[in-house]
């Protein structure tokens, strides 16, 4: 993308911010308010779901498994290339969208061990934001068509292997397994209000 088209999508950002953010806050208030859907709690208990880090670890897998037709596919299969993408773009954006607005801010609260690895992640989640939105964008004939999915995949595969091994890890000990299924509710419940926009995420713009 030239810098004149980065720069133009970053303008168009920031007058619609504000009601992102609306969006975001009231997507999450939804969320805990929605969380008690999928299975009926008793008054005064919170919903009970998957745990929020098995949760997260089962999209990584979906999507490792969408990088990994992407490298069997042939140079020349631009169709099927393209529709790989599209279910790359539309699962990375709904997984950042939770983990942002609710695992992140809740784990970097139950274990403030995890705080700098907490900002890292979002750090990673803006350079690959970025990346998805010029995926979009990029026709598959294009010749930086691959070399930018190659980039996304590297930095997408070292950024779940940190959650995973890094810090994920120092969540689930600071958090009983209640507390996870709860989140895992919340997390679950969340996932609709996702934008289909990368650009939408607050990492967008952090
Ligand atoms: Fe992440
Ligand atoms: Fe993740």
């Known amino acids: 993308m030239s ?25 999450a208030s939804a969320a805990s308010a929605k ?66 607005t609710l695992f992140y801010p809740t784990a970097r609260k139950a274990a403030p061990d995890t705080a700098e690895h907490v900002l890292e992640s979002v750090e990673e989640h803006h350079v690959v934001v970025w990346m998805l939105s010029e995926l979009a964008d990029t026709d598959a004939r294009d010749e930086r068509f691959d070399a930018k999915m190659a980039v996304l995949m590297e930095n997408v595969r070292h950024h779940v292997e940190e959650e995973e091994k890094e810090w994920f890890p120092l969540v689930r000990k600071a958090m009983n397994r209640t507390a996870l299924r709860e989140l895992g509710a919340r997390m679950q419940a969340a996932k609709s209000d996702a934008p289909s926009d990368p650009l939408a995420l607050r990492s967008a713009v952090a």
């Open 35 to 100: 969380a008690g859907q999928p299975k009926k709690s008793l008054p005064g208990t919170a919903a009970i779901g998957e745990d929020a880090i098995a949760m997260l670890k089962a999209d990584h897998k979906v999507v490792e498994g969408l990088f990994k037709r992407f490298e069997k596919a042939g140079d020349s299969a631009f169709g099927v290339k393209r529709r790989i993408v599209t279910d790359v773009i539309a699962e990375l954006t709904r997984h950042a969208y939770i983990e942002e």
């Open 3 to 27: 810098q004149s088209t980065r720069t133009s999508k970053t303008a168009g950002r920031k007058t619609a911010l504000p009601s992102r953010s609306k969006k975001s806050t009231s997507a």
